[in-house]
């Protein structure tokens, strides 16, 4: 699932489907991603700067305790 602005890089299914493939217990890969624009101003870079958080501790600690975590939309 993409947002309509999302700009996957050309090799994305080719990385994430595999962990589909291999796995069936997962049910979803959900992808980290990134501002195309971040350092065009101040607003974005602190967009960016706090979706990096939720991907780097939020998704990665409620994923270490097989915990429940949000669904992101784009790039899953």
């Known amino acids: 699932m993409f947002d309509a602005d999302f700009q ?3 090799d994305f299914l080719l990385r994430t489907v595999p ?3 291999h796995n069936s217990e997962i049910a979803l890969v959900q992808t980290r991603w990134k ?3 971040a350092n065009e101003c101040l607003l974005t870079r602190f967009q960016e700067m706090s979706l990096d958080y939720h991907f780097k501790y939020e998704q990665e ?3 270490s305790v097989y915990s429940f975590f949000g669904f992101n939309g784009t790039a899953c």
Request: proline share 8%; charged share 10%.
């Open 19 to 21: 962990f589909l493939v």
């Open 8 to 10: 996957p890089e050309s």
């Open 35 to 37: 501002f195309v624009n």
């Open 61 to 63: 600690a409620g994923s």
